[in-house]
């Protein structure tokens, strides 16, 4: 047996963890079954011991298999059937123009719709929000201080700005109110981030699959994407990312440590420290998106890249916009060595932020009740995961697999292959449901039988019905098998 | 006597302008005399009898000449002793790469710090602003409704576009709410604009002088200014216009037509719908910056050069941020037919604009108190703009010109050309004075003896003393004469 060849070789240890991970599902290794050695397994394979080694790391790390002392490797527990990150192997895809404008149009459309059931938007649900108290906050400010009619400096509000540098501290970041710029939610900061470090033309390594406004904001900018693969359990691995700054000439890398954007997953903190050295050694920026860290159902806020960093190589992107008020559009940066060229961005963009808006979310935060709304958010956010995984299970058709995130808002799906989620999004919005199909979320075509659903709405009769009738309509595709699929 | 060679051949008109001007400066003609005939002129200067036909036109335009039947042309008024807009002669100067990031940040630094005497911010003073009446409003908004909490769609709040679009028909400007686009301030409106019809490498044709963050937005997305010179009677000329879209690639042209930054030049309503026209014709998108529209002197608000647009082809952009609240950051863009790209540009910028600062303004509006409001302002600028002008005359070195603005916040200083601007900024912030000098509104350092001031300010005792002072610092300079000047 030989493993398939994939591109460049560079890869074979994922086709080995592949190999074991078959080997579980079919029962040939079971729990507490000793793993084959290094060198039999590598001999078997055509593969030298150290890809075996590798792929036993990986397996490791993820807590499948576990190393005991003068032993060898053996099965801990068998893994979660989730989904793969595609459906063949998965190297880093390399320098693509990106064109994913037209899909994402077509599925903006319904957005913001209330007669659309929102399970394609990756919002926290207004309930979840302490809308009542940041809304009497900002009606004291507006009515006690005409000065908020006036312009806040390029930076932002410095109040607001402090607020956040103590807050980041729980991260272990260590920032003063100097090192953060208020920007118009955490889009903005990515974009002022993308924007000080690139220009067109440029590589830039970002995971797929991604958030799709990253894919459209690169698509914009004329940037070119080579894609990392992630994964749902550890996402992003350093050593594709090593091997991707090998091969490209990379500008830029774009990483959603803490619950990636559509598949949920998190780079575990060893990994993290990891790239965040490498990266720094290299000298290639890393814009971190840290929009979903304060929704974690863990005891501890993961750490972040940022919090790696001495060399202020990490551009760190994040906002209120899941977790207080999207609305109040604030989100903030901490540009690093960037600063200089982020602030000149931003103010020949719109100058600053809104005063009235920045003043509040600083009087919320210093009152000291959003640790204590953070947890309740959580708890009901982990609730409605179990929930959606559950709903997933029972209604789509058989083989479909879905994540289980340890924070944020939405889990990835991976329906059978007969299943397309264009079609499937179609059909759900003669239904007056609003999907998120898994093309969105990747320059080609490896997901296109994905779909990520969000948990992050109330949890409703109309939800549930939703779920039942989106199950029901995957399963008919699966029957119906393989079609055409419409053009984009 | 011949006039001095241009580097075209085309412009020449304006030198014979130039010398009709300089005739009546030195008292060799006077009001009421007849000007040298067509024929006689040309023949003395070298010049074709169409040439002198042009700048004869344009003389007529100002005001200065007036033709009577059968006799020819015959002096109507002297020329007020006004800023021209350069030394030299000032065809379009053609593509230049912009650099003037490095003398903006040194000269932003100042501002904003409440210690230094605002003359170089052209901002409105808040007491000039409706801060009371719209932080009621924002006040009842943020306690009556917590979905203002929430996200607004890309395009902006639907009622506040319902009151822009009606707004908007007393410029003569027909357009619906689907046809605007709300944006943080005017300056984010701009940035969409360009985006939306410019790629980096093309050349953008721009006044000169023109408002520095506008040379800096061209300067961070690459692209080539090609200045037009603006006169402060009458703006950019159609035919400068004109012959920079003859000779060089144009992709697209900005001009603030009514009380250009810097100078506070109208473009008459005439030219404004030549340009149009011509823009049209040439398929050659036009942004119209109209921030200051509102804030006429004048009887009658002025046209916009939209107003004339019937193709789509002209990017109109104002805002809120003179006349309400700039820190609202409330803008807008009418994007015509350039309204798809536009979007997509704001929703991976920063998605959409606060909300609840959106609402209160549309309730505002709604109130109908805004015009009353604007009337009141517009006087008192008016007043201040005569007490600048009185004050710099009395103050500044002799010689000294000021423009006489018809709407607006700033007047235009041109002083003795031993004057450097640069080194009167640092003279004049040492004593805690901030000042625009006029080296930041040009991409080449044809105004480094200009100087723009701002009568935005409320009038007080300090804003006196520091226009002596600053007066006095450049009657010293004046004397010293020229000096080695601060690189940049």
Redesign the interface.
């Known amino acids: 047996m030989t493993l398939p060849e994939t591109d460049s070789g560079i890869f074979r240890y994922m086709a080995v963890e592949k190999h074991i991970l078959r080997l579980l599902e079919s029962g040939e290794l079971r729990v507490g079954d000793r793993v084959p050695s290094l060198r039999g397994l590598g001999g078997r394979l055509g593969v030298s011991v150290s890809t075996v080694n590798q792929a036993y790391l990986e397996l490791e790390k993820q807590g499948i298999i576990e190393a005991r002392p003068k032993s060898g490797f053996f099965v801990r527990r068998t893994p979660i059937k989730r989904p793969a990150p595609s459906r063949g192997e998965a190297p880093p895809r390399g320098p693509a123009t990106v064109a994913r404008?037209a899909l994402i149009?077509e599925v903006?459309d319904g957005m913001?719709r209330r007669d659309i059931v929102p399970l394609g938007v990756a919002?926290t649900d207004?309930s979840l929000?302490p809308?009542?108290q940041?809304?009497?906050l900002?009606?004291?400010v507006?009515?006690g201080?005409?000065?908020?009619?006036?312009?806040?400096?390029?930076q932002g509000n410095l109040e607001l700005r402090r607020q956040i540098a103590w807050r980041l501290a729980e991260a272990d970041i260590e920032a003063g109110p100097d090192d953060v710029m208020i920007?118009?939610?955490a889009?903005?900061a990515l974009?002022l981030a993308l924007?000080s470090v690139t220009?067109?033309g440029d590589n830039v390594a970002i995971p797929a699959p991604t958030y799709y406004?990253f894919l459209?904001?690169l698509e914009?900018f004329?940037l070119r994407a080579v894609e990392l693969p992630s994964y749902p359990e550890g996402g992003v691995r350093p050593a594709d990312l090593r091997s991707a700054l090998d091969r490209y000439d990379i500008k830029a890398v774009i990483l959603t440590p803490n619950f990636n954007n559509p598949d949920g997953s998190m780079i575990p903190d060893e990994a993290k420290a990891e790239m965040a050295a490498l990266l720094a050694e290299r000298g290639v920026p890393v814009i971190e998106d840290d929009v979903y860290g304060d929704l974690h159902f863990g005891e501890r806020r993961p750490r972040c890249l940022r919090s790696y960093d001495a060399a202020g190589n990490v551009l760190h992107c994040s906002s209120f916009s899941k977790t207080?008020?999207?609305?109040?559009?604030l989100g903030y940066l901490l540009p690093g060595r960037h600063a200089?060229k982020a602030f000149?961005?931003k103010?020949?963009?719109?100058?600053?932020?809104?005063?009235?808006?920045q003043v509040?979310a600083a009087l919320y935060l210093a009152q000291g009740g959003f640790e204590r709304h953070l947890r309740k958010t959580r708890g009901v956010l982990e609730r409605q995961a179990r929930m959606i995984e559950e709903r997933v299970l029972r209604h789509f058709p058989d083989g479909t697999r879905v994540t289980r995130p340890t924070g944020g808002t939405v889990v990835w799906v991976q329906m059978p292959d007969a299943v397309n989620s264009i079609a499937l999004f179609y059909a759900a919005r003669e239904l007056g449901i609003g999907l998120a199909p898994g093309n969105l979320f990747s320059s080609c075509d490896q997901f296109k039988h994905f779909l990520r659903l969000s948990y992050g709405n109330a949890w409703t009769p109309r939800i549930e019905q939703a779920l039942a009738d989106v199950g029901r309509l995957a399963r008919e595709l699966a029957e119906a098998g393989d079609r055409p699929e419409p053009a984009f």
């Open positions: 404008g149009r903006l913001g919002l207004p929000l809308a009542k940041i809304a009497r900002l009606s004291k507006a009515a201080d005409e000065r908020v009619t006036g312009y806040e400096g390029v920007t118009s939610g889009m903005e974009y924007r220009r067109p406004c459209q904001l914009n004329g207080l008020a999207p609305g109040y559009r200089a000149e961005i103010a020949t963009t719109n100058v600053c932020c809104a005063t009235p808006t509040a």
